[in-house]
């Protein structure tokens, strides 16, 4: 009896997956240049000033609470910028990835 328990003991191991992990290798940031675009902190009016008429004028979405602030788009070949009331707050790059963040985290150990 102890021997058949031992036995099929052994075979429910083997039949067991054994843990396999995936090493994620991350390509490096491509050194792609923003200094073109609106910066965050910018007035509407500094961009319109800087950068010209856009191509489209969002209508704002929100607004309606001190905590959902206005948040307004306008459309540039090639890019969007992003307004809370009228200050930039961000520029979005048409078919660009976002950038990473923390990519040290997720190197394996050597």
């Given amino acids: 009896m102890h021997k058949t328990f031992l036995l099929a003991a052994a075979v429910g191991l083997a039949l067991i997956p054994v843990a396999h992990a995936d090493v994620l290798d991350m390509p ?25 008429e856009p191509l489209t004028r969002h209508e704002p979405a929100g607004g309606g609470s001190p905590r959902q602030p206005p948040i307004t788009r306008w459309d540039y070949a090639g890019y969007s910028v992003f307004f809370e009331n009228n200050i930039v707050i961000d520029v979005v790059v048409k078919d660009a990835p976002a950038p990473l963040h923390n990519v040290d985290e997720l190197k394996s150990e050597p």
């Fill in 28 to 52: 490096e940031p491509e050194a792609a240049s923003t200094a073109h675009l609106p910066q965050r902190g910018l007035s509407q009016a500094n961009v319109l000033h800087a950068y010209g």
